[in-house]
């Protein structure tokens, strides 16, 4: 229940995610806001081609 209420950064700008965040499934903690995504950013391993998720809190969609 606690991860209900987590809050979440994104890993390439470090703004905070409210609402829909898009989760990396191949890197561990990785999570972009949704603007970062659309503008395809990579950072270290992470790579814009991998899979991922979009979230709403902590639920997949």
Do not use: W
Not at 26 to 41: N, P, R, V
């Amino acid at each position: 229940m606690a991860d209900l209420y987590a809050k979440y950064n994104c890993t390439y700008c470090q703004e905070d995610i409210s609402g829909l965040r898009v989760k990396c499934v191949e890197c561990t903690d990785f999570d972009l806001c949704l603007q970062c995504f659309s503008a395809g950013a990579e950072i270290g391993q992470h790579k814009n081609d991998h899979s991922y998720q979009f979230m709403d809190s902590v639920f997949p969609l």
